[in-house]
């Protein structure tokens, strides 16, 4: 990534702004204890002259004042820059001894600046004797001498000066390991932003098979890439299932339009009853073609969930009797054997139109299906907190790798496409049972194929049985 782009990234405006945020907090943090070790030091260094006071009050008062002027003299002597700074004078204020010049006696704390402590001797701002002002502690002894000890600022200049040091490098340190840790961060973040920018380019350009690369680590970013993998899954599936409805949308609408075109070219120039069988014929080609694009819309508008608003509370069990009913007669015709057993009123929050167009659906596919003598089954049941609605007959079946397959708009297990049919019934109720939040399953009826649909019923579970209808078989039709 070139350092301009990097430069115009957001991770950068993040990176700056963490830096900076993180740099404040820490030097704020720092001044803070900057001012307290400022405070300690001044408190140290009073607390110092108070105690070397106490200790030449304590001589005075046990040993007399030859004793005090002995102790300062040789501490005078002994102490080097940077040091202490003494003041003796008898009751008329004459110096006794001390190397400090006479002054006016002052009690208590106070402090002298450089210009007080050697008027007759030009200072010398790198001398450190001289250079810093003195804290003293001035006290009046018992016989009215005034006695003073200072010491200068030096040390807690130089150590304020030391920690101020310390406190910038610490600031500078922070700022860069900041930056740095989070230059680190935002490059890899941005390389993976560039990876799905990548994945993305290739799919525009053509390449549906194309997917984010994820890293095993869990985090947000394998997350989002899970998550964007997940939809161009979806995407792909969709992409493919349009290409293959528009497939066969032109191969089913295409024979019966070629049909109609030659009926009609041939009815054009015939007149009375020779030319009505064929606008009959033409006409029922239009009627299947019409059904089709019918069926087709109706699914569109299922999926889009449209249809949610005129859901209402019905009883499933009372809509699988009543078509159930009245397929009866159609499976006698065909030779089938149709039974209704269904177990319990389950209630669901549902559209009936849709309900029973689903229910019709699933048991016109095996009278369509199925040979004359099969045994057709309908029927609710509870299973697992559930209620169940199953067909099942004991036609040829699905095979088990077509099961997934026939839900699909206009599929069909014939290639040929002979049979009466649009291949869409089962994709109609695949979207009505998806409209409802049920689960639809195809499996081996052992012989023939068993469908289930499964609802979560939120009203009615009672176990009240709905008499059976059990119809005889008819013998076969010619």
Not at 147 to 173: D, F, H, P, Q, S
Not at 453 to 466: L, W, Y
């Amino acid at each position: 990534m070139s350092p301009g782009r990097f430069l115009r990234s957001t991770s950068f405006r993040l990176l700056a702004w963490y830096a900076a945020v993180f740099g404040a907090s820490v030097a704020i943090l720092l001044f803070i204890v900057y001012w307290i070790m400022l405070a300690e030091l001044e408190e140290q260094l009073s607390d110092s002259v108070e105690r070397e006071t106490q200790v030449l009050a304590e001589l005075y008062r046990g040993r007399g004042l030859d004793s005090v002027v002995r102790a300062i003299e040789l501490r005078v002597v002994e102490l080097r820059p940077p040091r202490r700074y003494y003041l003796l004078q008898d009751a008329s204020g004459k110096r006794i001894a001390g190397n400090l010049p006479q002054m006016k006696p002052t009690e208590g704390e106070i402090v002298l600046p450089v210009s007080s402590l050697f008027p007759d001797r030009r200072l010398k701002a790198s001398d450190p004797a001289d250079a810093y002002p003195v804290v003293a502690q001035g006290r009046r002894l018992e016989n009215g001498e005034f006695l003073l000890v200072g010491e200068n600022r030096y040390r807690a200049v130089k150590a304020r000066e030391a920690i101020l040091l310390a406190l910038a490098w610490g600031i500078v340190v922070t700022v860069l390991l900041a930056a740095g840790g989070g230059a680190a961060l935002g490059v890899g973040f941005l390389r993976r932003i560039e990876e799905i920018n990548r994945t993305t380019r290739s799919i525009m350009d053509g390449d549906l098979s194309q997917r984010v690369p994820t890293r095993g680590s869990g985090d947000e970013m394998d997350q989002l890439a899970v998550n964007l993998n997940a939809m161009l899954d979806r995407v792909q599936g969709l992409m493919e299932s349009l290409k293959r409805v528009s497939d066969d949308i032109a191969h089913d609408l295409r024979t019966p339009l070629s049909r109609l075109r030659h009926r009609l070219e041939a009815a054009r120039g015939k007149t009375g009853s020779d030319g009505e069988p064929i606008i009959e014929q033409s006409i029922a080609d239009v009627d299947a073609i019409l059904e089709t694009f019918s069926a087709l819309l109706r699914i569109a508008q299922i999926e889009s969930g449209a249809r949610r608003a005129g859901f209402s509370e019905v009883s499933l069990g009372q809509i699988v009797t009543t078509v159930a009913e009245a397929y009866a007669p159609v499976a006698e015709d065909c030779g089938q054997q149709l039974e209704i057993v269904v177990v319990g009123a389950p209630t669901i929050h549902g559209d009936r139109e849709l309900l029973t167009q689903m229910v019709a659906n699933l048991i016109e596919n095996p009278i369509r299906h199925c040979p004359p003598g099969a045994r057709i089954t309908v029927g609710m049941r509870q299973e697992k907190g559930t209620q169940v609605l199953f067909v099942a007959d004991t036609g040829p079946g699905i095979p088990a790798g077509e099961r997934e397959k026939v839900f699909r708009r206009f599929y069909r297990l014939e290639a040929s496409r002979t049979t009466p049919g649009s291949g869409l019934g089962l994709a109609l109720v695949k979207a009505v049972a998806d409209l409802h939040g049920a689960s639809l399953e195809l499996s081996d009826n052992r012989p023939g194929l068993r469908v289930s649909v499964r609802f979560h019923v939120n009203g009615d579970r009672s176990t009240q049985r709905i008499p059976r209808a059990k119809l005889p078989a008819a013998s076969p039709a010619a």
